[in-house]
């Protein structure tokens, strides 16, 4: 009995640290990915029973004891890397989140919860979402709004999301709990379709924020949103549509833009693509923007907010993992310079440990550090 209970920990003790691995070593495939984000935004609650299995080695003799012991000890002390590196950003941000935004950055936000980190307890509810057409530009393939209401609150600020989804794909209803949990705080959020590639091209999504925010504000009264308070949201792809539409449409109602593992430099994005990554890179932009440079070159530069952005671009706030392989996180952090040369009001949030699609586990340690900082971005631009 002994020896099959020995047998059993080491193949857990193994498996963890596979796991584990993904913590330190990238591997660049779909399935590699998924297990990089289970490694790090989940595996500090693996780490806890690693660690009590650990421990039942004090009562163990043997070879396969020892080495079970040994691999779950350092998959657990690996496994907790991302808290350890969380905490180190979430001392210093509130900082770096009043030095570019001001005072109130650092007022009323969220902060590290235990509780949610370690038993993801606390995630909001997904109450009422409310559906509404706010274009039709061709007759069968209507373009909605997914509303979430601002709780206990009239002339709310509204946040705009874009989805990502390599502009060929996603949803307007995804990441629903951080909308719901934007709601529970007092701001409307407007979920917004948009265009889709490769039938629909840049800049046929710019246009569709146009028309979504003509039709929030002309709507603004009857849901209860503050029509000259917005802020843009996106996400991947999501976020070069938030960055060059802030950029593009130029309307003072836009109070800030949030980007979060987007692209913002086409040409950029262009010379690092290749048919070969794991997103065909590629074919999206060419997809996208209607071909190579030479072919579609106003495309590439009014989809780029870095080629656009003046000293005029509104508060903006990036998020990015640096261990991310479908968008590089140099695009981040060489916007964050542009803007920085330009005298925009911005901070860039670079997270150690994190990969694409981060927030996605909503109580893990980017979503906590995520939460911090848009919370406070939102009271510093679009608050009372």
């Not at 979920?191 to 709507?219: F, G, I, N, S």
């Not at 005029?312 to 640096?322: E, S, Y």
Request: glycine share 8%; with cysteine; aromatic share 10%.
């Amino acid at each position: 009995m002994v020896t099959i209970w020995v047998r059993l920990r080491l193949m857990v003790a193994i498996l963890c640290a596979l796991l584990a691995l993904h913590v330190v070593v990238l591997i660049d495939t779909r399935l590699n990915w998924q297990f990089t984000l289970l490694a790090t935004e989940y595996g500090h609650r693996i780490a806890i029973p690693a660690l009590v299995l650990a421990c039942t080695g004090t009562f163990l003799r043997g070879r396969d004891a020892h080495a079970g012991t040994a691999l779950l000890f350092g998959s657990a002390l690996v496994l907790l890397i991302p808290v350890w590196q969380m905490g180190n950003i979430t001392r210093r941000l509130p900082a770096e989140m009043q030095a570019a935004f001001g005072e109130r950055a650092t007022r009323g936000v969220h902060r590290m919860s235990l509780t949610s980190l370690w038993l993801g307890l606390g995630k909001p509810a997904v109450k009422r979402i409310e559906e509404f057409v706010y274009a039709k530009p061709e007759k069968n393939d209507p373009l909605r709004i997914h509303f979430f209401r601002a709780e206990q609150r009239v002339a709310a600020p509204c946040i705009i999301v874009i989805h990502g989804g390599g502009w060929e794909n996603g949803s307007a209803t995804e990441f629903s709990n951080w909308s719901a949990s934007w709601a529970s705080q007092g701001y409307a959020v407007a979920c917004v379709e948009y265009r889709l590639a490769p039938r629909h091209q840049w800049p046929a999504p710019r246009e569709d924020m146009r028309q979504a925010l003509a039709w929030l504000k002309a709507h603004a009264d009857e849901l209860d949103i503050d029509a000259t308070r917005f802020v843009l949201l996106g996400r991947s792809a999501g976020g070069q549509i938030a960055s060059a539409s802030a950029v593009d449409l130029r309307d003072p109602a836009i109070r800030g833009c949030i980007a979060i593992y987007a692209p913002h430099d086409m040409m950029f994005a262009r010379r690092f693509a290749f048919e070969s990554d794991v997103l065909n890179s590629l074919r999206l932009l060419r997809n996208y923007l209607g071909g190579d440079p030479e072919e579609a070159a106003e495309n590439y530069r009014g989809a780029s907010a870095f080629s656009t952005a003046d000293s005029h671009l509104c508060p903006t706030l990036l998020l990015h993992g640096t261990r991310d392989t479908f968008v590089w996180n140099m695009q981040s952090r060489r916007f964050a310079q542009r803007l920085g040369k330009l005298g925009v009001a911005h901070q860039l949030i670079e997270l150690p440990w994190a990969v694409h699609g981060f927030d996605w586990p909503y109580d893990g340690p980017s979503g906590q550090i995520t939460r911090e900082a848009i919370d406070g971005f939102l009271h510093a631009v679009a608050a009372d």
